[in-house]
Antibody, heavy 121, light 106 residues
Framework: QVQLVESGGGVVQPGRSLRLSCAAS????????MHWVRQTPDKGLEWVAS????????DFADSVKDRFTISRDNSNNRLYLELNNLRPEDTAVYYC??????????????WGQGTLVTVSS | DIQMTQSPSTLSASVGDRVTITCRAS??????LAWYQQKQGRAPKLLIY???TLASGVPSRFSGSGSGSEFTLIISGLQPDDFATYYC????????FGQGTKVEIK
């Protein structure tokens, strides 16, 4: 069965960095686009970033562009999100999600349990 | 950016009720719309994609319809396991979610 397990969340000061990781299993990781989506009580669900099956294409929400980096390691079935220059408004639960298909505008059919990032001084 | 607006925000219903949730896009998105169910403390679960296609393992009491900018999720015969928050998502141009509809026990 598909499993996505996020890690790396925690409390970090504004302006600092954090790296989230997502371990994938139960499917051919290298064949699917992957996504990061975050959620807060105030703003709800917000798409953050996406990467194609082979890492050749990436997309970012305007709110994180130039601050966050997405990458993947297909040999180890891992997805990453590097969060730089963090702001208090980046505080959220971050979900790793599997896309339907190799990439492109498709929904996400499996989600991890999420990891909480808190940006506070 | 495409904005998604759901109504109502909260819905009180009883087991066995037929429940209807509406989602409106700020511009036409063809049928590139998904519905997710989320229970407290859990990740979202894909229910429907392409406006009306049931995801694998989703009970047939869930159905979706619509195209363009108006979409509907119907639960025919609400079950105890269905009390949750439901989100629509457009994937016509990047990905945007509605604000959610909480289905609570009446």
């Amino acid at each position: 069965q598909v499993q996505l397990v996020e890690s790396g969340g925690g409390v970090v000061q504004p302006g600092r960095s954090l790296r989230l990781s997502c371990a994938a299993s139960g499917f051919t990781f290298s064949s699917y686009g992957m996504h990061w989506v975050r959620q807060t009580p105030d703003k709800g669900l917000e798409w953050v970033a996406s990467i194609s099956y082979d890492g050749s294409n990436e997309d970012f929400a305007d709110s994180v562009k130039d601050r966050f980096t997405i990458s993947r390691d297909n040999s180890n079935n891992r997805l990453y999100l590097e969060l730089n220059n963090l702001r208090p408004e980046d505080t959220a639960v971050y979900y790793c999600a599997k896309g339907v298909g190799v990439y492109g505008y498709r929904p996400q059919d499996y989600w991890g349990q999420g990891t909480l990032v808190t940006v506070s001084s | 950016d495409i904005q998604m607006t759901q109504s109502p925000s909260t819905l009180s219903a009883s087991v066995g009720d037929r429940v209807t949730i509406t989602c409106r896009a700020s511009q036409g998105i063809s049928r590139r719309l998904a519905w997710y169910q989320q229970k407290q403390g859990r990740a979202p679960k894909l229910l429907i994609y392409e406006a009306s296609t049931l995801a694998s393992g989703v009970p047939s009491r869930f159905s979706g319809s619509g195209s363009g900018s108006e979409f509907t999720l119907i639960i025919s015969g609400l079950q105890p396991d269905d009390f949750a928050t439901y989100y629509c998502q457009q994937y016509n141009n990047y990905w945007t979610f509605g604000q959610g509809t909480k289905v609570e026990i009446k």
